[in-house]
């Protein structure tokens, strides 16, 4: 049993994630189990929801003529164009119904601004604008994170990334984690990961 002051964090477990989805990350169904199977032994668990307007800056569709999975510039830095996922309120935004939602504490939605993306669930892209997690989980008590879901070189890396920097104690399961893998993306988000003090199990 982790100890009373761990929470767990589930990223973005959601239709469009998944296998039939509109950005699909292969397996990122796979993992559902594992995670249902973990909430009960957390004295906190959250869900974060990737959460995008229908013109968001993030959706190749919004800059004519450029393709899924190009590379732009941002103000913020660069930034991939992602085929269109988790538009509020669409049944790709919804969690995948295999997820166990009810011992959810705290549902966190990201990615509203049109603007911006927001691959973790700390800090938007440019990595300063805060979503309220950090002091929702301080508020609480948190000390040590494990965190969970799609994806593992994305939206998994990022918040581990800023949590690390935050001084949590960050564990990545990653048999309960899928990744996109994007020109090398998950080689480099373990990378980085194990830089940063993250502890990565499974
Ligand atoms: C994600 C790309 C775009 C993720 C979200 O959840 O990893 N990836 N939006
Ligand atoms: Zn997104």
Redesign the pocket.
């Known amino acids: 049993m982790p100890a009373s002051d761990t929470a767990l964090i589930v990223?973005?477990v959601?239709t469009d994630?998944c296998p039939g989805g509109a950005?699909a990350?292969a397996e990122g169904d796979a993992i559902i189990p594992a995670i249902n199977a973990m909430m009960p032994e957390f004295g906190m668990v959250v869900l974060t929801q990737?959460w995008?307007p229908a013109n968001h800056s993030?959706f190749a569709a919004n800059h004519p003529g450029a393709e899924a999975f190009s590379l732009t510039d941002m103000p913020y830095g660069p930034q991939?164009l992602?085929p269109t996922?988790?538009v509020q309120g669409s049944p790709g935004a919804e969690f995948h119904p295999g997820l166990t939602t009810a011992p959810a504490d705290l549902i966190i939605r990201k990615?509203f601004h049109p603007e911006i993306?927001s691959?973790s669930a700390f800090f938007e892209n440019d990595r300063t604008t805060p979503t309220g997690l950090e002091g929702y989980l301080r508020s609480r008590g948190a000390k040590s994170l494990v965190l969970t879901?799609?994806?593992?070189?994305?939206?998994?890396a990022?918040s581990a990334l800023d949590a690390a920097r935050l001084g949590f104690d960050v564990t990545v399961r990653l048999d309960a984690c899928r990744a996109?893998d994007l020109n090398g993306s998950l080689a480099d988000a373990l990378t980085q990961m194990r830089a940063a003090g993250v502890t990565l199990e499974g």
């Open positions: 990223i973005d959601q994630f950005l990350v990737d995008h993030s991939v992602w996922h988790c990615g993306d691959y879901g799609l994806a593992t070189d994305f939206c998994v990022y996109i």
